[in-house]
Structure formats: structure tokens, C-alpha cells
């Protein structure tokens, strides 16, 4: 009930073009929805998070969709450039001081110029 | 601002020796620290997590042990590193009281001949 379950593993998209991944949780109780972004040799970064009392957050070519209803939620990269390469992890938690972040498995993104 | 910083940023240790790496976080008090291991370049597997001093959380038993001496230092250790102990490990901070929000330090990357 812990896990977040990220698809696809990998993906390859044109530059201009849109990449989408996809996540799934069971836990209802996680109300914190982040996305990390890692370059080779980099620690993740956070990129955009959302809370489930809105159904999508936007930051620049980044949107993250959230359906509370099927428990899943998605990352948008509009645009994509061939820097966007670089593994996206989402992660999950919930409002407690000894909750940790539950990371999916992370998608290697590879946006071909 | 506070800022992460973890060290070396490379190590090559041959098996049978011991293993200390340390973490310290600058512009905040009493941060959620964590340690994470990510293999074959992938996954983030939590292996520590410390909500204060001398107090630590094991998620995965294994050939490794934590410490936090300070309040904003926290540290890695092996008596005797395994081929197995190979990998990206990971230091992160978030705010107290809550998993919201990691902040990554750069990483070290530990290969054990």
C-alpha cells in the first residue's frame, strides 16, 4: 500500500513534442505529490509537487495532472527539449512528521533533437 | 539559504575496508535527514532516516549503519564494505516535522574492488 508504481521505464520523444509519465498509489492517505528530476551523476532535484485539493499545477513547460478519483497523477513536459533528458522520479507522502517520501521507480527520459 | 553538502564525491575502497561518509546541512535547525542508495543508476532505496540527534531509522538491514552526532550531520558508515555496497548514495534533508520537500546533495558514488 506503500508503493508508487511509475510507467514507463524509459522513454524517447522528439524535440517539440510532448513527454508523458504516468503514476499510480494506493495510499490514500499520501497528500503530497512530488517530481524529481536527475541528471547522470547529479542528485534529483524537485521540479513541481501538488496537493490533491487541485487537479493540475503548471510551472513553465511542466504540468502535473492529479485524478484523485483513480489515484494517479502524470507529468507533462511540454515542449520537450534535449535538455529535459535526465530520469524523473514522483514520489509520494503523507502529513506526518515521521512520514518518509515514497519514490516510484523512475522513467529515463531521452528527448532526441 | 540552506544548502547541502556531502563528501567525497568519489570513492573507490577495496572490499573488507571501512566506509564513513558525512552529510552536513547549513541554514536550518533540526532538519528530517535521510541517507539513499541508488543502484544501476535507478531506483532511490532508503536505507536511513533521522528526525534528530542520536535518533535513527533503519529501513534495510544491511552491511551499513548511520549516525548523527549533530544536529545537522549525518553520517554513513561500514566496518567492512561489501562488493555489494557498490552504488550512488544519496543525503537529503527536509524540514522538521514533515517528509515535504527533500533536498538532494550531490551524491557520492562508491565503488567497492
Known amino acids: 500500500q506503500q508503493q508508487v508504481k511509475q510507467s514507463p521505464q524509459s522513454l524517447i520523444v522528439q524535440k517539440g513534442g510532448i513527454s508523458i509519465i504516468n503514476c499510480a498509489y494506493e495510499n490514500t492517505a499520501f497528500d503530497y505529490f512530488p517530481w524529481y528530476q536527475q541528471f547522470p551523476g547529479k542528485g534529483p532535484a524537485l521540479l513541481i509537487a501538488?496537493?490533491?485539493?487541485?487537479s493540475e499545477k503548471k510551472e513553465g513547460r511542466f504540468t502535473i495532472s492529479f485524478n484523485k478519483s483513480a489515484k494517479q497523477f502524470s507529468l507533462h513536459i511540454m515542449d520537450s527539449q534535449p535538455g529535459d533528458s535526465a530520469t524523473y522520479f514522483c514520489a509520494a507522502s503523507m502529513n506526518s512528521g515521521y512520514s518518509t517520501l515514497t519514490f516510484g521507480k523512475g522513467t529515463m527520459l531521452l528527448v532526441s533533437p | 539559504s540552506q544548502t547541502i553538502h556531502q563528501w567525497p564525491a568519489t570513492l573507490v575502497q577495496p572490499v573488507g575496508s571501512p566506509l564513513s561518509l558525512e552529510c552536513t546541512v547549513e541554514?536550518?535547525?533540526?532538519?528530517?535527514l535521510y541517507w539513499y542508495r541508488q543502484a544501476a543508476g535507478r531506483g532511490l532505496q532508503l536505507l536511513f532516516y533521522s528526525v534528530g540527534i542520536g535518533q535513527i531509522s533503519s529501513e534495510v538491514p544491511q552491511n551499513l549503519s548511520a549516525s548523527r552526532p549533530q544536529d545537522r550531520q549525518f553520517i554513513l558508515s561500514s566496518k567492512k564494505l561489501l562488493l555489494s555496497d557498490s552504488g550512488f548514495y544519496l543525503c537529503?534533508?527536509?524540514?522538521?516535522?514533515?517528509?515535504?520537500?527533500?533536498?538532494f546533495g550531490s551524491g557520492t558514488r562508491l565503488t567497492v574492488v
Open positions: 541554514g536550518t535547525s533540526n532538519p528530517n
Open positions: 537529503a534533508w527536509s524540514t522538521p516535522g514533515g517528509s515535504y520537500g527533500y533536498t
Open positions: 501538488i496537493r490533491p485539493d487541485v
